[in-house]
């Protein structure tokens, strides 16, 4: 996604909400953000899900190749365990678990700041699927925040596969991220990866837009707040609150919902564990008047 294809669809959109175009800034950055995910190598597929078992496809990622799988395991550190975690595919080479630093301290672990593939001496976690379970001496980390993009972009930003920038955000609360990693690769899409304690720290959303600064940059004229703001604007469908009509609430509900307010039925049992998550992840539990 280049520089004119990012102010093109803002254009249309703003477009057709009958609102003028806003001007992007030079080096404008998309940014998403990347929830605690597993990857698996192809024995490990086999152990947590059975023998001769394939990873099946949810959904498609912004990265080309990518998906996110229907599977999902249960992590495991000496403390605590997160259930459902995400399952991307398709397989690699060696297992890796990322996770941010609130779930690592969650699950009672250390994981080390790395960029996603370096594992080496990383931090042990264990992994429970329906057919079996699975302990990895290293593979558990924090991913650096990173930035994917193709050859051309590189060459338009001036930057080189390997180097570190910073990406500013403005917003309701400005941040700066320093020690952005550039990554570069004929099939990647430009986009920034940040984990969701990263996100929470900004008040970024997905969508939101970052400015990619170089050592000796001056300011960029144009503001990525003028675009965040327009684009918060246009009007979606997002529900506050999540309906929750079973008649148990789990720990595992609570952290696959994605609203901050999960509304129960009158005489809906709710677990110990199930209020502990949720104020673990701000979210409130509340009775349907």
């Known amino acids: 996604m280049n520089q004119q294809l990012i102010e093109q669809i803002v254009g249309e959109i703003l477009g057709q909400l009958g609102k003028s175009p806003v001007q992007l800034p030079e080096r404008a950055v998309p940014i998403a953000v990347s929830a605690r995910h597993v990857h698996l190598q192809p024995e490990h597929v086999e152990v947590l899900f059975g023998a001769g078992y394939e990873l099946?496809?949810?959904?498609?990622?912004s990265q080309p190749g990518q998906f996110a799988?229907?599977?999902?395991?249960?992590?495991?550190?000496?403390?605590?365990?997160?259930?459902?975690?995400?399952?991307?595919?398709?397989?690699?080479?060696?297992?890796?678990?990322?996770?941010?630093?609130?779930?690592?301290?969650?699950?009672?672990?250390?994981?080390?700041?790395r960029e996603s593939g370096n594992i080496e001496g990383s931090a042990p976690i264990t992994l429970i699927g329906p057919k079996g379970s699975v302990h990895i001496d290293q593979g558990l980390i924090i991913a650096q925040a990173h930035i994917h993009m193709a050859p051309a972009d590189a060459t338009r930003f001036?930057?080189?596969?390997?180097e570190y920038v910073t990406v500013e955000a403005d917003g309701v609360r400005a941040i700066s991220f320093?020690?952005?990693r550039i990554r570069v690769n004929e099939r990647y899409r430009l986009e920034m990866h940040i984990d969701t304690d990263e996100a929470n720290a900004g008040f970024i959303t997905q969508g939101s837009i970052g400015r990619l600064v170089k050592s000796g940059d001056a300011k960029e004229v144009a503001s990525v707040q003028a675009t965040t703001e327009a684009v918060k604007a246009i009007p979606v469908n997002v529900p506050e609150a999540y309906e929750f009509t079973k008649k148990l609430l789990s720990a595992e509900d609570v952290s696959e919902i994605s609203e901050k307010e999960i509304v129960i039925n009158k005489g809906t049992i709710v677990t110990a564990l199930a209020r502990d998550t949720a104020r673990e992840l701000g979210k409130t539990i509340s009775s349907r008047k």
């Open 178 to 180: 320093r020690n952005v």
């Open 56 to 61: 099946t496809q949810r959904s498609e990622l």
């Open 158 to 162: 001036g930057v080189e596969d390997g």
């Open 69 to 113: 799988a229907n599977e999902t395991v249960m992590i495991a550190g000496p403390k605590s365990s997160i259930e459902r975690v995400r399952i991307l595919g398709p397989v690699r080479k060696a297992t890796q678990v990322e996770v941010s630093f609130t779930d690592a301290m969650k699950l009672g672990v250390k994981p080390p700041l």
